[in-house]
């Protein structure tokens, strides 16, 4: 985490996002420009405690999870780094527009959408590993094109 962790951001679950970029190309009006938000700020650091409360719950038996060995559990894995110079304190997102001309509004709630993400990542550890190790290379997945 940067600094103390105290960054601000707007955090929108991605299906939430393609919903709304459904709804801006199908009703929006052309030319006019929509700011997608979640209505979600939060600090970085409530988010990543948040995910090590997730994690806590969703992967008990995992060697960093809470024990009487590890009392803090995954939250002993945070580390803060220095802020880069220039670092933003906080991105704010005014999404009134999408939502008093569209009728959009995300159908997630930050709570829902970061769980959601969470068992996302855990259920998918063979691509997450991919992106570690470097071997994905941003190729396509799903349908090949013909060659």
């Known amino acids: 985490i940067y ?3 105290s960054q601000i951001r ?11 970029l459904v709804e801006v190309v199908t009703n929006g009006k052309v030319g006019e420009t929509y700011n997608i938000g979640g ?29 009487k060995d590890n009392p803090e559990g995954f939250s002993a894995l945070i580390t803060y780094v220095t ?3 220039g670092h933003d304190v906080r ?12 009728g959009w509004k995300p159908q997630e709630t930050f709570e829902t959408g970061i769980r959601k993400t969470v068992q996302w990542y855990l259920e998918n550890e ?3 590993q991919r992106v570690l190790d470097g ?8 349908i090949q094109a013909d060659k």
């Not at 409530?46 to 995992?62: F, H, P, S």
């Not at 071997?135 to 799903?142: H, I, M």
């Open 126 to 128: 063979a691509w997450w």
């Open 39 to 67: 209505h979600n700020e939060r600090k970085n650091i409530e988010v990543v405690n948040c995910i090590c409360e997730i994690l806590e719950e969703l992967v008990a038996d995992n060697p960093h999870a809470r024990s």
């Open 3 to 5: 600094g103390d962790g």
């Open 135 to 142: 071997s994905y290379q941003l190729e396509r997945l799903g």
């Open 10 to 20: 707007d955090w929108l679950y991605v299906e939430d996002h393609a919903r709304a």
């Open 91 to 102: 991105y704010a997102i005014d999404a009134s527009k999408i939502e008093k001309e569209l």
């Open 83 to 85: 802020d880069r110079p």
